[in-house]
């Protein structure tokens, strides 16, 4: 049996998955529903993310790896799932939203040093040697644009939003941002110039849009969120 080797991307990751961990806890107990139902779904939604990373990478390109988007699917089932065995009706989208953005906001770094999610050959000063060309950093890019997106969210969770509004929120902004990195990322366009990621953003772009308009516009005339307890937490 081979040595376990550690490389830079595997501690990034490792890393990113923690970090998603504790701005999950974290929202959790500032909001007070840090009860042993709601973070239970936080085991579930990390392992359901990492099998759909790696089964989300081997759809879309047939080779080893991980997709973001197959992690967010295989998470959201994966919590689904368990909230109905749990008999937990509270949302609970906020707290997953938080933890994406931390996670990728780290965990990029491993796509980073592992090489994958790489971007386009490019002249510009910062770019990187990646695969035989200097290229953009996309997955760098995608980093920050994580980093900023988790700043805006904690900005807005402090205003106290109906709750799912940082899901919504956090889903439209990763929606744009992943459609305008994609423009620098290495991938074949799948229809119209455009890259199969990009087709989803667009249409993910109008789910979180609409749905956050609708939302806020529900709660004008509602009590507070953190008001009124309406549903149990588990």
């Not at 081997?58 to 973001?68: D, E, L, Q, T, Y």
């Not at 490019?122 to 770019?127: E, F, I, R, T």
């Not at 609409?210 to 307890?229: F, N």
Request: glycine content about 14%; some cysteine; hydrophobic content about 50%.
């Amino acid at each position: 049996m081979p040595p376990l080797q550690i490389t830079a991307s595997s501690v990034c990751y490792a890393l990113g998955y923690l970090a998603g961990a504790v701005a999950y806890a974290g929202t959790a107990k500032r909001r007070g529903i840090a009860t042993a139902g709601i973070m239970a779904l936080l085991g579930s939604g990390l392992i359901g993310g990492l099998v759909g990373a790696y089964i989300g990478q081997w759809i879309a390109g047939g080779a080893a790896g991980k997709s973001i988007l197959g992690a967010i699917a295989g998470g959201y089932l994966a919590v689904h799932f368990h909230k109905r065995y749990l008999g937990i009706v509270r949302p609970t989208g906020d707290l997953f939203a938080v933890a994406v953005s931390a996670g990728e906001a780290v965990g990029r770094w491993g796509c980073y040093f592992g090489g994958c999610c790489y971007g386009k050959a490019a002249s510009v000063p910062w770019a990187i040697w990646q695969h035989g060309a200097h290229r953009h950093p996309s997955q760098v890019y995608l980093s920050l644009s994580a980093l900023a997106i988790l700043a805006v969210l904690l900005r807005f969770d402090r205003s106290r939003p109906p709750e799912n509004a940082v899901f919504f929120l956090q889903g439209l902004l990763f929606c744009m941002a992943r459609f305008a990195v994609e423009f620098f990322r290495d991938v074949a366009p799948a229809a119209l110039g455009l890259t199969a990621a990009q087709w989803a953003c667009i249409f993910g772009t109008a789910f979180f849009g609409t749905g956050l308009y609708r939302l806020m516009a529900r709660s004008k005339s509602a009590a507070p969120a953190y008001a009124v307890e309406t549903a149990r937490a588990g």
